[in-house]
């Protein structure tokens, strides 16, 4: 029963965030707002309204360890495990825009979220903060749109139609249904999620806080998994890059933002584990993103895979420790001596290589 509870959940948040998407979509449509505007706001976030439901979920409930553990988690895996996916189905382009601009944003919002959480706990007005943050980044984002080119107005505007003249979503009643039906639906699923998850870490012995970086943090990221693979999919190669991006300075400011917000005069509580270990493993994937989007503007399958082996390692040392196995010490060490230091090497001569070629007389 709470196998089929937690499936309930999972389902009822990735169909609740897709009603919520086409019926705020068409609404917004329909009083005249440009697909661009449409695509930069309600698609982008709706992604990431399952993670937003489960963590605000958690914080009403009292589980503050399943609420910024799913965020952290989440970013790590979208980074990770999606990006990794996505590369090895087909090698990903990374737009010039994403390295200048929003790859830095996810950056500065990740060590944001480092220097507030570093007292111990996200409070009220560290919430207002980061959601203040969020709305301003969501307005830049707006204006911005207004000078990109008529190509990438088109791309929106052919990815987001208004709904058809007669249409079974053309008419007011039947938009605001789609939207109130989905928000239904993210709040029974989010809480269905958060009761199975609590009954699986207290018959694996394991904390809320495990569950919350895998198993939720997993979870709550399917939309962010169909979006990147159907894209790497179609060929639509940049998307797949940039809805992981953008979902990631998402889940920071406007998740944790509103759980602070709601998480009374305590504040978000942020436990040591995430301050000592998994934050800095967010903030090294964000980190590393950079180097591997700088060489070559793609992350190519190797790179790819090589993502995919770190979210191997990062869930395989969470149950060695979980476990106090002890294999733990031999791993941590292979990992900190040989792999990570690898890697880095790899990383800066791949750049020194391609500052040579650019530098290079043509």
Known sequence: MTFLLFIGGLIGLVLGAELLVRGASKLALSFGISPLVVGLTIVAFGTSAPEMAVSTSAV???QTDIAIGNVVGSNIFNVL????????????????????????????????????????????????????????????????????????????AAEIKPAAT????????????????????????SDWL????????????????????????????????????????????????????????FNILGCLGLSGIVSGDVGLVVPAAILNFDIWVMIAVSLACLPVFITGREIARWEGGVFLLYYLAYVTYLILATQRHAALG?????????????????????????????????
Do not use: C
């Open 60 to 62: 009403l409930n009292g």
């Open 81 to 156: 495990f999606i990006l990794g996916l996505s590369a090895m189905i087909t090698p990903l382009v990374v737009n010039i825009q994403l390295i200048r601009q929003e790859v830095p944003i996810m950056i500065g919002a990740s060590l944001l979220l480092l220097a507030l959480g570093l007292d111990g706990r996200i409070s009220p007005l560290d919430g207002v903060i980061l959601f203040a943050l969020l709305l301003a980044y969501t307005v830049f984002l707006i204006v911005q749109s207004r000078a990109q080119t008529r190509s990438a107005q088109d791309h929106y």
């Open 166 to 189: 007669g249409g079974w979503d053309a008419k007011l009643p039947v938009q605001l249904m789609l939207i109130v039906a989905g928000l239904g639906l993210l709040i029974l699923g």
């Open 194 to 249: 958060v009761s199975a998850s609590t009954i699986f870490a207290k018959a694996l012995g394991v904390s809320d806080l495990v569950i919350g970086l895998t198993i939720v943090a997993a979870g709550t990221s399917m939309p962010e998994v169909a979006t990147s693979l159907m894209a790497a999919i179609k060929g639509e190669r940049d998307i797949a890059v940039g809805n992981v991006v953008g979902s990631n300075t």
């Open 330 to 362: 031999l791993f941590s060490t292979t990992m900190m001596s040989f792999v990570i230091p690898l890697t880095v090497i790899t990383l800066v001569v791949m750049l020194i290589k391609r500052g040579t070629r650019t530098d290079a007389p043509t």
